[in-house]
């Protein structure tokens, strides 16, 4: 039966771009670049690290969009994660140009590594997207986008920002495009003193990506990162919240700890074709490299993948995709370890009408440690006219367990450990224009089964419970050429259900909420933006620590002279004592209080 649904289906190139001028579709819900397809309503376009005194930082972009839940540690150059929908982060996976960055043992991604000068935009895709993307998508997808020039573009940028707590982050961007193909390069450098003691932070960063035109032959096109972070605690320390007087929150409890992380990735793509029949070929290595000295001596953990890919597009609406990957994991805590995996993914659109499009899809993924798994979904997007699109669809994700879950050097794993399922479904309305008026509403439910967590009995990963996640997500706003207003809100409801009991569960704040505004006056730009998380707990059931709710606000100012661009900002304007994350047993990790920045960018080509 499992062969039987993805032979029906032929996978169509369901993708779309933000930005019509662009001679390649870089997100793709299928994967492929061919003919454009209507996007889900509640998808998501944010910008990248282009505006004033963007922040070279992933999480800083991502935190703009109340669906997206960050959590931080030790201020805004610590460890950072990212999820959706009441998912676990390491549900939501991370991909850089298509092509999927590698987690760490625990299944996640620091968001904290990755670079973001050389990014162009982001795309999110919330909801499970394993029918196209796999294991570990069942919260959703980020996909980040290296900087794209127009045809015949020139580019050449250098930029330095100056911080509160002797921060400091220097930038380099260059790139330029014509017929024969396409080149961009950017570098950044960051130091800071950190907001506690011995949190110090030196990163430097560097990514690219070039294409080169072979004519009827095709396109060819490489990009890479690389990006080492050394720091002290990269947590930060734990703290209780009645200590906290400005200075008392900054004494760690070691002077010694250090951590660096070292995060690298290639990748080699191929295709040839047109919109209607066409075929791309990826081939990608990546390793996550963490080396810590703590409690006296170093700990290592290395997770290299290795990824082969090639997708067959028929009729500009069908796709046929196959996946090859082996993870393998170095340490000397956790043994040396490898696991083999495979998917196949079929999916089609249908327009039985105009501005309709049906899409079955499905997904064979097998490994050397589950059993095959088949993730079928089926989604539909109507989109009577320019500005209004309603989109509605359901479909299995799965999450199987991480090398930290199977390789736990101080608890075996349950016996017969079996990945997470889940059955998500949602529906969204979006309505807006280019320019102008804009707004969306979305309400989505995902029901867990067989979920992954530790006992507390043993400490070891088992299938404890089941869980059930729902919420409703909103946006609005205005986009005028000297004006521009957001905001957004997300609800959200997870519970777990262990012997008939619902609970809620830890670290599930029941609202989010953004907004930002941004207006050109006098041949300045001021902008302004704030966010606010609900409380939260460390515990089930709203039990352990207390997690207050929290507002914080910032405001910036730049202005243009010539070829350069300067600027002004504060952060935490109110100078609020807030944390968004805890340890159930030594205390709240603090956030810093107000700090400020300023910054000036010369732009020479």
Request: aromatic share 10%.
């Amino acid at each position: 039966m499992k062969y039987l649904l993805l032979s029906l289906l032929l996978l169509p190139a369901c993708s779309y771009s933000a930005d019509n001028n662009e001679t390649e579709v870089f997100f793709s819900v299928t994967r492929a670049a061919a003919r454009r397809a209507l996007p889900p309503a509640d998808a998501l376009s944010l910008g990248g690290a282009s505006a004033a005194g963007a922040p070279d930082s992933v999480a800083a972009l991502l935190e703009a969009a109340a669906p997206l839940a960050v959590r931080r540690l030790n201020g805004p150059l610590g460890l950072a994660t990212v999820s959706m929908r009441g998912c676990q982060a390491r549900q939501t996976a991370v991909y850089l140009d298509d092509i999927r960055l590698p987690a760490d043992i625990t299944g996640t991604v620091d968001l904290s590594v990755l670079p973001a000068a050389g990014l162009g935009k982001v795309e999110v895709l919330p909801g499970s997207a394993a029918s196209v993307y796999g294991a570990g998508a069942g919260g959703g997808v980020v996909n980040l986008f290296t900087r794209r020039l127009s045809p015949g573009a020139r580019l050449a940028q250098a930029g330095a920002e100056f911080s509160s707590y002797n921060t400091a982050a220097y930038t380099a961007k260059a790139g330029a495009a014509g017929k024969a193909g396409e080149i961009f390069l950017a570098g950044a450098a960051v130091t800071s003193d950190g907001f506690q003691e011995n949190s110090k932070v030196n990163k430097g960063s560097a990514s690219g990506r070039a294409s080169l035109n072979l004519g009827r032959a095709g396109r060819l096109s490489a990009g890479g990162l690389f990006s080492r972070l050394k720091t002290g605690l990269p947590s930060g320390t734990p703290v209780p919240a009645a200590d906290w007087n400005g200075s008392r929150e900054r004494v760690p409890n070691s002077l010694t700890d250090w951590q660096t992380s070292q995060r690298e990735f290639g990748a080699v793509s191929w295709n040839a074709g047109n919109a209607d029949y066409g075929f791309r070929a990826d081939s990608s290595l990546s390793s996550n490299d963490i080396e810590a000295f703590q409690y006296g001596s170093v700990s290592a953990a290395k997770v290299t993948d290795k990824t082969l890919s090639g997708r067959l597009t028929v009729l500009g609406t069908a796709v046929l995709g196959a996946e090859s990957t082996v993870s393998s994991l170095r340490s000397v805590t956790y043994g040396n370890h490898a696991l083999h995996s495979a998917g196949f993914f079929a999916q089609n659109v249908f327009r039985p009408a105009p501005g309709v499009e049906i899409t079955p899809a499905a997904r064979l993924d097998r490994s050397g440690y589950y059993r095959g798994r088949v993730s079928p979904k089926l989604s539909a997007v109507y989109a009577p006219d320019e500005k209004w699109r309603f989109s509605a669809s359901a479909g299995y994700g799965f999450q199987p367990p991480t090398f930290a879950d199977l390789y736990n050097p101080w608890a075996a794993p349950a016996p017969g450990l079996k990945p997470e399922t889940s059955l998500n479904s949602s529906a969204a309305v979006y309505y807006g224009a280019p320019a102008g008026w804009y707004a969306g509403l979305s309400a989505y439910y995902s029901d867990i089964r067989d979920r992954i967590a530790l006992d507390p009995l043993t400490w070891a990963a088992a299938n404890l419970d089941s869980a059930f996640n729902s919420g409703l997500e909103a946006q609005a706003g205005w986009r005028g050429e000297d004006l521009t207003l957001s905001a957004g809100w997300a609800r959200g409801r997870s519970l777990a259900r262990s012997g008939g009991t619902f609970e809620r569960l830890n670290f599930s704040p029941r609202d989010r909420f953004t907004g930002s505004a941004s207006a050109a006056l006098a041949g300045f730009v001021v902008s302004a933006d704030g966010r606010g998380v609900s409380e939260q707990y460390t515990g089930r059931g709203r039990t352990g620590l207390r997690l207050r709710e929290y507002w914080v606000f910032g405001a910036k100012v730049s202005r243009v002279f010539g070829a350069a661009e300067a600027w002004l900002g504060a952060e935490n304007l109110l100078d609020r004592h807030y944390a968004g994350t805890a340890d159930a047993f030594n205390g709240w990790f603090p956030q810093p209080g107000r700090t400020f920045s300023a910054g000036l960018k010369f732009t020479f080509m």
